[in-house]
Protein backbone atom coordinates (compact mmCIF):
# COMPACT_ATOMS: atom_id res chain seq x y z
CA UNK A 1 0.00 0.00 0.00
CA UNK A 2 1.47 3.41 -0.87
CA UNK A 3 0.34 6.36 1.43
CA UNK A 4 0.55 9.81 0.90
CA UNK A 5 -0.20 12.60 3.53
CA UNK A 6 -1.46 16.44 3.72
CA UNK A 7 -2.59 18.71 5.50
CA UNK A 8 -0.11 19.89 7.72
CA UNK A 9 0.72 23.75 7.95
CA UNK A 10 1.26 26.88 10.34
CA UNK A 11 -1.24 27.43 13.13
CA UNK A 12 -1.22 29.12 16.46
CA UNK A 13 -1.67 27.75 19.68
CA UNK A 14 -4.88 26.80 20.48
CA UNK A 15 -6.28 26.43 16.61
CA UNK A 16 -7.15 23.26 14.62
CA UNK A 17 -6.12 21.71 11.60
CA UNK A 18 -7.10 18.36 9.53
CA UNK A 19 -4.57 16.03 8.48
CA UNK A 20 -5.70 13.33 5.58
CA UNK A 21 -3.21 10.53 4.53
CA UNK A 22 -4.52 8.78 1.22
CA UNK A 23 -3.86 5.41 0.81
CA UNK A 24 -3.77 3.40 -3.16
CA UNK A 25 -4.78 -0.27 -3.49
CA UNK A 26 -7.72 -2.32 -3.04
CA UNK A 27 -6.37 -3.55 0.31
CA UNK A 28 -6.82 -0.83 2.80
CA UNK A 29 -9.69 -1.60 4.80
CA UNK A 30 -7.50 -4.96 6.12
CA UNK A 31 -4.66 -2.57 7.41
CA UNK A 32 -4.45 -1.41 11.13
CA UNK A 33 -3.70 2.46 10.44
CA UNK A 34 -1.78 5.30 12.37
CA UNK A 35 -0.03 8.55 12.90
CA UNK A 36 3.17 9.15 14.35
CA UNK A 37 5.48 11.95 14.43
CA UNK A 38 9.00 13.49 14.85
CA UNK A 39 10.58 16.60 15.85
CA UNK A 40 13.58 17.81 15.17
CA UNK A 41 16.37 15.93 17.24
CA UNK A 42 13.61 13.68 18.53
CA UNK A 43 12.84 9.99 17.89
CA UNK A 44 9.71 9.14 15.97
CA UNK A 45 6.91 8.70 18.51
CA UNK A 46 3.34 7.09 18.37
CA UNK A 47 0.40 9.80 18.02
CA UNK A 48 -2.83 7.71 17.18
CA UNK A 49 -3.69 4.40 15.70
CA UNK A 50 -7.12 2.96 14.41
CA UNK A 51 -7.68 -0.74 13.87
CA UNK A 52 -8.63 -2.23 10.79
CA UNK A 53 -11.40 -4.81 12.38
CA UNK A 54 -13.16 -3.12 14.57
CA UNK A 55 -12.58 0.69 13.90
CA UNK A 56 -10.54 0.81 17.86
CA UNK A 57 -8.89 3.40 18.66
CA UNK A 58 -6.04 4.37 20.44
CA UNK A 59 -3.95 7.71 21.26
CA UNK A 60 -0.84 8.65 23.33
CA UNK A 61 -1.48 10.25 26.19
CA UNK A 62 -0.85 13.82 25.67
CA UNK A 63 -3.22 13.78 22.93
CA UNK A 64 -6.04 12.28 24.49
CA UNK A 65 -9.44 14.54 24.24
CA UNK A 66 -7.46 16.35 21.60
CA UNK A 67 -6.78 14.82 18.29
CA UNK A 68 -9.32 12.28 16.90
CA UNK A 69 -8.24 9.63 14.43
CA UNK A 70 -10.73 7.90 11.82
CA UNK A 71 -11.05 6.10 8.60
CA UNK A 72 -13.08 5.96 5.50
CA UNK A 73 -12.14 2.51 3.84
CA UNK A 74 -14.73 3.55 1.02
CA UNK A 75 -12.56 6.03 -0.20
CA UNK A 76 -9.43 5.17 1.37
CA UNK A 77 -8.49 7.51 3.84
CA UNK A 78 -7.48 7.94 7.16
CA UNK A 79 -7.83 11.64 8.98
CA UNK A 80 -6.66 13.34 11.91
CA UNK A 81 -8.63 15.86 13.62
CA UNK A 82 -6.50 18.05 15.95
CA UNK A 83 -7.81 20.72 17.93
CA UNK A 84 -6.04 23.06 20.99
CA UNK A 85 -2.95 22.53 19.17
CA UNK A 86 0.21 23.37 21.39
CA UNK A 87 3.74 24.08 20.33
CA UNK A 88 4.96 20.53 21.89
CA UNK A 89 2.47 19.01 18.85
CA UNK A 90 5.17 20.86 16.36
CA UNK A 91 6.43 18.37 14.42
CA UNK A 92 6.55 16.07 11.07
CA UNK A 93 3.61 13.82 11.16
CA UNK A 94 4.00 10.46 9.20
CA UNK A 95 0.82 7.94 8.27
CA UNK A 96 1.77 4.54 8.91
CA UNK A 97 -0.23 1.10 8.05
CA UNK A 98 0.17 -2.27 9.12
CA UNK A 99 2.52 -4.09 11.41
CA UNK A 100 2.83 -3.14 14.64
CA UNK A 101 1.23 0.31 14.22
CA UNK A 102 -1.22 -0.70 16.91
CA UNK A 103 1.16 -1.51 19.61
CA UNK A 104 2.80 2.18 19.20
CA UNK A 105 5.81 1.14 17.82
CA UNK A 106 7.29 2.45 14.96
CA UNK A 107 9.82 0.20 14.40
CA UNK A 108 7.92 -2.29 12.79
CA UNK A 109 5.82 -0.68 10.76
CA UNK A 110 6.04 -1.77 7.32
CA UNK A 111 4.32 1.28 5.23
CA UNK A 112 4.97 5.14 5.57
CA UNK A 113 3.73 8.43 3.91
CA UNK A 114 5.82 11.05 3.31
CA UNK A 115 5.18 13.25 6.24
CA UNK A 116 3.19 16.04 6.49
CA UNK A 117 4.90 19.14 9.19
CA UNK A 118 2.77 21.01 11.77
CA UNK A 119 4.13 24.32 13.30
CA UNK A 120 1.89 25.48 16.56
CA UNK A 121 3.10 28.69 16.96
CA UNK A 122 2.51 30.19 20.63
Known amino acids: VQLQASGGGLVQAGGALRLSCAASGRTFSRYDMGWFRQAPGKEREFVAA????????YYTGSVKGRFTISRDNAKNTMLLQMNSLKPEDTAVYYC????????????????WGQGTQVTVSS
Open 96 to 111: AAGGTVLTMSASGVPY
Open 50 to 57: ISAYDANT
